[in-house]
Nanobody
């Protein structure tokens, strides 16, 4: 079983920065992908950025050039550095891990952390 714990959310003015962290514990599997998703009120949850165990990353168009995803495998931690924040980035941000352990698919979620960007 995998546990994910996010931290780092908060209230920031437009143009400001925040860094989110996600600590993973448990058996992650040999090849995993971790990602940050967000869900704003009344909207569907969307993928913001993802990163594989070997470091390949992917971003949704609206955050390219502003957000940076990274991971520290030794610490079991994933980060999301968010710069030039906009009011439309306001959402609950969730950490996710997808992996395989033997023949079992792992799809774990954190509890979420609120990010609020004021104009």
């Amino acid at each position: 079983q995998v546990q994910l714990v996010e931290s780092g959310g908060g209230l920031v003015q437009a143009g400001g920065s925040l860094r989110l962290s996600c600590v993973a514990s448990g058996i992650l599997g040999s090849s995993w992908t971790m990602g940050w998703y967000r869900q704003a009120p009344g909207k569907q949850r969307e993928l913001v950025a993802s990163i594989t165990k070997i470091g390949y990353s992917n971003y949704t168009d609206s955050v390219k050039g502003r957000f940076t995803i990274s991971r520290d495998n030794a610490k079991g931690t994933m980060y999301l550095q968010m710069n030039s924040l906009r009011p439309e980035d306001t959402a609950v941000y969730y950490c996710n891990l997808k992996s395989w352990l033997a023949a079992t698919r792992i799809d774990s979620w954190g509890q979420g952390t609120q990010v609020t960007v004021s104009s």
